[in-house]
């Protein structure tokens, strides 16, 4: 007869996890100092042991399942404490990653985590389609007199920046979803009433356009501007910095291209005040973490993984040629020069949104305030299901005797 309670190691798993990150679970004795010092661990939701011990199982569904990982920001204090240098904050990132490989149903985020030679190839594809469809719209050489008539800005929006979008947004809410049916709809024991995924909304906003919680990833209790005047928040302030960048950028780029071609002698102000800003904010946001890469003195980089690599690389190249660009519009280089500076920006922005937003480290942006506020409506649901239950209790009248 079969044994149902008998777990099941996923060897495939423990194998892909070491592939993909540096931890060590075999060295794990489950201790439980990690959890204990992990600032951002709570009663109710303690990390990351419970994730050292699923891992080191292969308990794939369950890991699949788990929200945890987005929770855990990296400080480091778990690795640091640990007493058999196991690195649990490693595992989180490799369980990070794992997670953007289990949401993804295609299977292209492990090839990408699994190989080099994947990603490189991948991000070689998109390049050539886009350099194809580039020569099919606007040649190889610029017959117009000016940048408009050399390459439209219509034609961008209809042949590249809306289709980008519309692929962006199917393929990144497809993943989403799967990610809610996983780590919400899956779990049986809580079911989360109508209501409470509207009044949580803001947690999904809020997170996203602060990222909070990376200002309270650390073990010291010292006041905020304490902190901030000793640089304690620097990695946070910059990661929000190139992300408020990122986003910004994109959203003009698709919704207002034309401003940022003007050839005019004097662009509107604003447009390039905040193009410079934008950025400014992705090259030396990028560069800040290519350094801190390079030198390994904080923990949360002291491991890199080639996807991580590739995708500051990538962002930094997008924000040198995207600068590279406004300056030859702004000083009225000739254009062709601007042409090909214009096409090798689009060789690079294009295979970076196409490959790593969806499919690898960008996505990490999306998932994790979605993670908090599954994570919040969870356990608002659960307070609710316990109180329910109490006050469903009939009331013990003391007996007469
Ligand atoms: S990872 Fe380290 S600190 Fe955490 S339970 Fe294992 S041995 Fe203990
Ligand atoms: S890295 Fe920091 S936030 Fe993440 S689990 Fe370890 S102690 Fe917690």
Known sequence: MENNNVIKTDNDLIKYIRHIGDSNLKKCFQCGTCSSVCPLSTEDRPFPRKEMLMAGWGLKDKLAADLNPWLCYYCGECSKNCPRKAEPGELMMSLRRFLISAYDFTGISRLLYKSKFGELIALLAVAILIFVEWVVLFGLTPHGATLNQAVSPDKIDYFFDWPLTVFLGVVLTSFIFNMFKKTVLDDKSVKVPLKLYITEGWSLLFNFFTQYRYAKCDDDNRSFLTKLKEGKYNFWLTHLFLMISYVSLFVAIVFFLDWFQDESSLPLL????????????????????????????????????????????????????????????????????????????????????????????????????????????????????????????????????
């Open 270 to 401: 604003h447009v390039v005040l905040f193009d410079y800003f934008a950025s400014i904010g992705l090259v030396f946001g990028t560069a800040y973490f290519i350094i801190k890469r390079f030198t390994k003195k904080i923990e949360r980089s002291k491991f890199s993984h080639h996807t991580d690599w590739m995708f500051v690389a990538l962002l930094f190249l997008t924000g040198v040629t995207g600068v590279m660009l406004r300056a030859a519009i702004v000083y009225k280089y000739s254009v062709p020069v601007i042409f090909y500076i214009y096409l090798i920006h689009l060789l690079i922005l294009f295979p970076m949104l196409v490959i790593e937003v969806p499919f690898s480290k960008w996505s990490h942006l999306a998932y994790r305030p979605v993670a908090i506020y599954f994570a919040n409506l969870k356990e608002k649901a659960k307070k609710l299901q316990t109180a329910g239950s109490i006050a469903a209790q009939p009331e013990t009248v003391p007996s007469e005797k």
